[in-house]
């Protein structure tokens, strides 16, 4: 079961590059099998094109690592966090993609402007706080998840319908009920944050969408009522 999910996680992580979401080794992407209470990650600072199945790392929901000779990702304890304190996602995705960190760098959300965003995140995508130096300096990735999840409490956000986070003056996360679907909302975000950024390029007194649009986009998809595509 677990050689299964390792090969997932391993051909997530190779989408990374393929959709222009990283450069180097600047990404990470994890799944988690909730039954066994471990997840899978990509090694820390592996190249891409040297990465293999067997590389990948096993980590419990405790944070000790159980399988792998390399080291794992140094965000695998927000990773951690997110598993624990968002109970219904299956894949994580981090990276540092162009747009979506732009956003990040600014400490703003993005705003919904249109229906590409609507169809894929209900509301604004979120901006996290920085985190404090004593933070930092306590357990800096380990707060990051802490922090995020801290976040969607305070907004009352349910994961589903927001798959993602920037962090201010970091980059993204999104996630997704595996890692397959998480790559695709991080490729998602990815445009999303490209499209909203000119769009206020062409236009600096844009406002969002209107709500009954965005309710409208959304609910046409992830409703009780979805019709959007076929077997509904």
């Given at each position: ?53 067997d ?20 965000d ?31 400490g ?26 004593r ?38 996360f ?18 999303v944050?490209k ?38």
């Amino acid at each position: 079961m677990l050689e299964q999910l390792k090969k997932e996680v391993y051909e997530a992580n190779m989408l990374l590059p393929q959709y222009g979401l990283v450069t180097f080794t600047w990404g990470n992407v994890s799944a988690v099998d909730r039954e066994k209470g471990v997840f899978i990650i990509k090694p820390s600072g592996v190249e891409y094109d040297k990465m293999t199945v067997d590389d990948m790392v096993v980590v419990d929901l405790k944070g000790n690592q159980i399988e792998g000779k390399l080291n794992p990702s140094s965000d695998t304890k927000t990773h951690l966090v997110l598993y624990n304190r968002f109970p219904n996602i299956g894949g994580i995705v981090h990276t540092h993609s162009t747009w979506a960190t732009s956003w990040a760098q600014s400490g703003r959300a993005i705003p919904c402007y249109g229906t590409t965003h609507a169809d894929y995140m209900y509301g604004e995508i979120p901006c996290a706080r920085n985190l404090t130096s004593r933070e930092i300096e306590q357990d800096y990735e380990y707060n990051t998840g802490v922090l995020i999840a801290d976040l969607f409490d305070k907004k009352e956000l349910d994961p589903k319908a927001m798959p993602c986070v920037l962090c201010k003056n970091h980059g993204p996360f999104a996630w997704g009920k595996n890692a397959f679907d998480a790559v695709h909302n991080a490729v998602v975000l990815e445009e999303v944050a490209k499209m909203a950024a000119q769009c206020e390029w062409i236009n600096n007194n844009v406002k969002p969408a209107p709500h009954y649009l965005q309710q409208k986009h959304y609910m046409r998809k992830h409703g009780p009522n979805a019709y959007y595509g076929q077997g509904k």
